[in-house]
């Protein structure tokens, strides 16, 4: 009986979580009804407290607040062969009038070598969650049963398994936070405000579970944290890019997209080896699609190859992008109620260091989310 009135209870916030989750704003949100915030190409003006490290590691108690990993990995076989994976694993937290949080959390393992995408996806409400609300100094701890990520300090670690697959893995950032939007803050107007910032650039360590084989793996990822008391909604989508180069530098792109599918913002966000942050005009930038692939599963049709080119007085660079995989969609209609596509991605291409006249060539991983895109 009590178990049954505290169902009926969260039922509500259930599904209040499935359309907080279709609308929210960048990174790495699988939404396929939202929009995301218009970014200036100026930081916005300071009238919420700043970004403090590490407080502001740990859960807030925001409307909104999620943590996301994605990254590639190498492992090497007993029979001396390179087996590469790309991983995502994302941990949602909702937090709404009196009701206990609820989580949801997203697992998926590019198994590039093999050619195959597996995912897995939760969600669990904690009545007896204690939310430290940004005041903590110990950093982060987000679990849901098997599934956890944790961290300080930019050195965190990550558990999660799912059928064929687990890891449990260390992360350690060689570069200082990026504070998009130059200060972290991002505003909605009437829709409130996020807090964002990442880092571009941690060496990952630790053990693979592929199919009952534990190996070794080594690689680099990715990691967004945003939080805040926001909820937008609308009928458009948005692709989002990160890119990590082998000369130490990272981009961070996305395009948000009405409902007709019209372009009306793009943000690019250029970290140089130094750490060094820059914003560069929307107008600078041109994706170009170099393909599309339709899901199996869903029907629906995503962009699939895009060449991206940056013309600005600070950079130049001409980038492809390539899926290590072409099916790499997630319908997490089973925690968040949406389908998305987040994939790993190749590339190659050139770029023009600030300052220099000379183009060098680059190579890089990173991941694409695409959201918006319906049948």
Wanted: proline share 6%; charged share 15%; net charge negative.
């Amino acid at each position: 009986m009590k178990r049954s009135m505290i169902r009926n209870t969260l039922l509500p916030l259930f599904a209040l979580l499935a359309l907080l989750l279709s609308a929210c704003s960048v990174p790495g949100v699988p939404a396929t009804s939202a929009e995301l915030p218009v970014v200036g190409a100026q930081p916005s003006a300071q009238q919420l407290p700043p970004i403090h490290f590490p407080q502001d590691e740990a859960p807030h108690k925001d409307l909104t607040e999620w943590w996301y990993y994605t990254g590639h990995l190498n492992a090497v076989t007993p029979d001396g062969q390179t087996h590469h994976y790309g991983f995502e694993l994302v941990f949602f937290q909702a937090l709404r009038s009196d009701y206990p949080p609820v989580y949801a959390a997203h697992f998926a393992i590019s198994d590039i070598t093999r050619g195959q995408f597996h995912y897995d996806q939760r969600r669990l409400t904690e009545p007896n969650a204690v939310v430290p609300n940004g005041t903590s100094t110990s950093g982060f701890s987000v679990a849901i049963n098997d599934w956890s990520a944790r961290g300080l300090n930019g050195h965190d670690h990550l558990q999660a398994s799912m059928d064929g697959y687990a890891f449990d893995i260390d992360l350690n950032a060689l570069k200082p936070p990026t504070l998009h939007n130059g200060n972290g803050l991002i505003t909605y107007g009437l829709g409130g405000f996020s807090y964002y910032y990442s880092r571009t650039s941690m060496a990952v360590a630790g053990t693979l579970l592929d199919h009952q084989q534990r190996v070794q793996v080594s690689g680099a990822a990715w990691m967004d944290h945003q939080w805040g008391n926001f909820l937008t909604l609308g009928g458009g989508g948005w692709d989002w890019f990160s890119i990590q180069l082998n000369n130490q530098t990272e981009m961070m792109l996305y395009i948000i997209r009405d409902a007709n599918g019209q372009a009306i913002s793009t943000y690019i966000g250029i970290i140089g080896p130094n750490a060094q942050d820059s914003q560069v005009p929307e107008s600078a930038l041109n994706v170009s699609v170099l393909d599309h692939w339709t899901s199996p599963t869903t029907g629906i049709t995503y962009p699939s190859g895009w060449r991206v080119e940056i013309n600005a007085p600070t950079i130049k660079a001409s980038l492809t992008l390539q899926p290590a995989l072409k099916n790499q969609e997630l319908v997490a209609t089973q925690s968040t109620g949406n389908t998305y596509w987040e994939g790993a991605v190749s590339i190659a291409g050139s770029i023009s260091p600030q300052g220099q006249n000379r183009e060098v060539a680059v190579q890089g991983e990173g991941y694409v989310e695409l959201t918006g895109y319906h049948k």
